[in-house]
């Protein structure tokens, strides 16, 4: 069992939590462990990942740093991080210290925007059309950002502004406030 775990341990980013629950897995696809002599062997699976956590080979803070810095490099907003954390069975405290700031939220808000085509990244709309068809594009576009894990006030202010400059200046604002210059 400690050979499957230092593997899955050395092929993936895992957390303690995950481990866990892929060693547990294993035993129950496996059925009962049995030593060479056919007894039962009872496996202590929170002990095992406690010893890799403790040497190092499983570090629940260094996965959340990577998936958050991934993540919102990736555009996705501060709720998916934080969801995508918690599924991986990272603590509260640690899903608190690495939640992307201002800043950081507006960057992936606008980078999104950009990958998407959406608001001042996409093309104009045409003066004179549609109405229903321009309030439905915008609604599908408030729904994909928020599906991101967007903040409804950052989609909203991208795809209500009328320039890249506005974006720019948006981006910039959270920037000096949190006293960032280009940091994740």
Known sequence: MRDLALHYAARFATT???????????????GL????????????IPALVARLVELGYVDDDAYARMRARD????GYGARRV???LRHAGVDEGLRQAHAPGEAASRRAAAL?????RLGPFG???????????????YEKAV???LRAGHQYEHARFILAARSLEDVDKWLGEAADEEGMDDQW
């Open 82 to 84: 934080e969801e995508s």
């Open 112 to 116: 999104m925007a950009r990958k998407r």
């Open 16 to 30: 303690g939590a995950r481990l866990e629950g892929y060693l547990l897995r294993k035993i129950r696809e496996r």
């Open 123 to 137: 093309a104009s709309p045409e003066e004179g059309g549609d109405p229903l068809a321009a309030r439905k594009a």
């Open 143 to 145: 729904a994909a950002m």
């Open 33 to 44: 462990a049995e030593d060479g002599d056919g007894r039962t062997v009872e496996i202590d």
């Open 71 to 74: 993540l919102g490099a990736r």
